[in-house]
């Protein structure tokens, strides 16, 4: 399948700005089940400074805010061609080791409501797949999918004593409860393609776990699936905080407002 993808993220500031930098993860790569085949990045109100692989393997593009503006614009235009493999992304590649993945980050870990939800696990443990799967059915019908009740500062462990959160805490729980079972974890932060629209609310989030003989398996936690052919992976991260899209700080922006829009279309080949 290709996708077409344009995400834009506008930032309106209160008072113009007299320094700002921006680090955006924006940039999806070629990895098993998706190539790259066009992606164009521009700014208003900003000057890209620089380009670097950080060490999780994401491509990182940086961004200093013009000084004066009141308003930055982040345009992303792309295709990206996409397989259904399954979830199924393969062997372990990057400049952190697979151990690094096994210890807790304060997003992630487990307290006494995580561990009660894993407290309902009835697969063998040895039955690594199934266990999984299993363990992202327990998450999702202990935290109901609820816009507006978490942020991205909420801890896995403070959405499920909520029983409310998003997709980002769906992962954040599934990933930390995991890594208590032994299995290393880690975030990915992407693009989802609905089946009923074009436009949609914003980018999506998910966990992948390191299998033995399978290498980095996908779950989707809030939609109960591996991802497939209409998922377009960007980043990956211990957790939010390593592959969140957007991060940075600005100084004298007084109050921010924040708007994203972001289409997901399959593309025909004779376009």
Same mark, same amino acid.
């Given at each position: 399948?290709?996708?077409?993808?344009?995400?834009?993220?506008?930032?309106?500031?209160?008072?113009?700005?007299?320094?700002?930098l921006?680090? !955006?993860?924006?940039s %999806?790569? *070629?990895?098993? +089940?998706? #190539? @790259?085949? $066009?992606?164009?990045?521009?700014?208003?109100?900003?000057?890209?400074?620089?380009?670097?692989?950080d060490?999780?393997?994401?491509h990182?593009v940086?961004?200093?805010?013009v000084?004066?503006?009141s308003?930055?614009?982040?345009?992303?235009?792309?295709?990206?061609?996409?397989?259904?493999?399954?979830?199924?992304?393969?062997?372990?590649?990057?400049?952190?080791?697979?151990?690094?993945? !096994?210890?807790?980050s %304060?997003? *992630?870990?487990? +307290?006494? #409501? @995580?561990? $009660?939800i894993?407290?309902?696990?009835?697969?063998?443990?040895?039955?690594?797949?199934?266990?999984?799967h299993?363990?992202?059915?327990l998450?999702?019908?202990?935290?109901?999918?609820?816009?507006?009740?978490?942020s991205?500062?909420?801890?896995?462990?403070?959405a499920?004593?909520?029983?409310?959160?998003?997709?980002?805490d769906?992962?954040?729980?599934?990933?930390?409860?995991?890594?208590?079972?032994?299995? %290393?974890?880690r975030?990915?932060?992407?693009?989802?393609?609905?089946?009923?629209?074009v436009e949609?609310e914003?980018?999506?989030?998910?966990?992948?776990?390191?299998?033995?003989?399978?290498?980095?398996?996908g779950?989707?936690?809030?939609?109960?699936?591996?991802?497939?052919?209409?998922y377009?992976?960007?980043?990956?991260?211990?957790?939010?905080?390593e592959?969140?899209?957007?991060?940075?700080?600005s100084w004298?922006?007084?109050?921010?407002?924040?708007?994203?829009?972001?289409?997901?279309?399959?593309?025909?080949?004779?376009?």
């Amino acid at each position: 399948m290709r996708l077409k993808i344009a995400h834009t993220t506008h930032y309106l500031f209160g008072q113009p700005v007299s320094h700002g930098l921006q680090r !955006l993860r924006l940039s %999806p790569k *070629t990895t098993q +089940g998706q #190539k @790259v085949l $066009a992606w164009q990045m521009t700014y208003e109100g900003a000057i890209e400074q620089a380009r670097f692989e950080d060490h999780n393997h994401n491509h990182v593009v940086l961004v200093s805010v013009v000084p004066g503006v009141s308003e930055v614009t982040i345009r992303c235009e792309g295709v990206v061609a996409t397989a259904d493999n399954h979830g199924v992304i393969g062997h372990h590649s990057g400049h952190m080791p697979l151990w690094a993945f !096994l210890s807790q980050s %304060p997003l *992630t870990r487990p +307290g006494p #409501k @995580v561990r $009660a939800i894993m407290s309902g696990l009835d697969v063998p443990r040895e039955e690594t797949v199934p266990l999984l799967h299993r363990l992202s059915t327990l998450v999702r019908e202990a935290i109901d999918y609820i816009p507006g009740e978490t942020s991205v500062q909420t801890t896995a462990e403070e959405a499920a004593t909520l029983g409310a959160g998003v997709c980002q805490d769906h992962a954040h729980v599934f990933i930390g409860a995991a890594r208590a079972l032994g299995r %290393p974890a880690r975030y990915v932060s992407g693009y989802l393609m609905m089946d009923d629209r074009v436009e949609q609310e914003a980018s999506h989030a998910w966990a992948e776990v390191h299998v033995d003989g399978l290498g980095w398996v996908g779950f989707d936690v809030a939609n109960g699936i591996s991802p497939d052919e209409r998922y377009v992976r960007v980043a990956t991260g211990r957790d939010y905080a390593e592959a969140a899209p957007v991060t940075g700080l600005s100084w004298g922006a007084g109050e921010t407002r924040l708007a994203v829009t972001l289409a997901v279309e399959q593309q025909h080949q004779e376009q």
